[in-house]
């Protein structure tokens, strides 16, 4: 969590309001990424920004489950809060149409910490990206087979340092979910392509399970590592809703990745060494197969 001044706990912490006009974001126009000052999470993309003449920075959408609605204490209006901390961001009002979408989220600048498009990160053909579906060794097996993956690697990502082992992270209360991080050549395949494999690899529907596999450690989540990625999975996501892909609502978290922690050494290459075990054969193989035969043009040479 980042230390805040006493003026931006006041309105995080205590729920107050910056004067109308006064915030930096008011009449901000660069693009970007708005995140949360508190927690660093991901909020707005700068497409969601628009000019609602209200003396605070307005938005009609957000990055999927980055906004939780709470009635205000006021019994009127709805506030707004960062779903991944809580803090206190504005409210939400509906019926003005000042655009299409006929929402407008009203946020305090003082909430807000703008990352602006960086293309350094972006442009290195050597990357990374940490996805989460339920059990990892699923993950990790479906991964490794790419082309153009060059590593997969068991971990957890969401908790801190202190329960990062298998152990208590099996419990389902440390916040961490259970994650492969994949470095790709992103010359040979791209960010998109990976999560294209990751929305067939699991069911993005459930929430926090797979199957019958329980707990938050299973989530479907995206720890994305730069804006770059939170703008990727925001479009694709909106696009498989739009297309009615899934029957029911995808419910993937899409947060920005603070730390990765890896897993104990046994859980690497887990269904290649313990392909035989009743879980590999039932749960993992399955999903390795089906994923083979739906990117076949994407498997390494060899893979069969």
Known sequence: MRKLT??????????????????????????????????????????????????????????????KRVPDADGHRTEIVCHQCGGHLGHLFEGEYLTDKNLRHCVNSVSMVFKGESRSKADSHIQWATLAGGCFWCLEAIFAQLRGVISVKSGYAGGDATTANYREVCGGDTGHAEVVQ????????????????????????????????VGTQYRSAIFAHNDVQIKIATQMIKQLADANVFDKPIVTELVALDTFYPAESYHDAYFEHNSEQPYCQMVVKPKVEKVKALFKQRLKSGTV
């Open 6 to 67: 006493e003026f931006e706990r006041h309105v995080i912490e205590d729920k107050g309001t910056e004067r109308p006009f006064s915030g930096e974001y008011n009449q901000h126009d660069a693009p970007g990424v708005y995140h949360c000052k508190r927690c660093d999470a991901p909020l707005y993309l700068s497409e969601h920004k628009f000019n609602a003449h209200c003396g605070w920075p307005a938005f009609d959408d957000e990055i999927p489950g980055a906004v």
């Open 182 to 213: 994949i470095e790709f050549d992103s010359h040979i395949i791209s960010f998109e392509e990976l999560l294209e494999v990751f929305w067939q690899s699991h069911d993005p529907t459930t929430l926090n399970r797979q199957g019958n596999d």
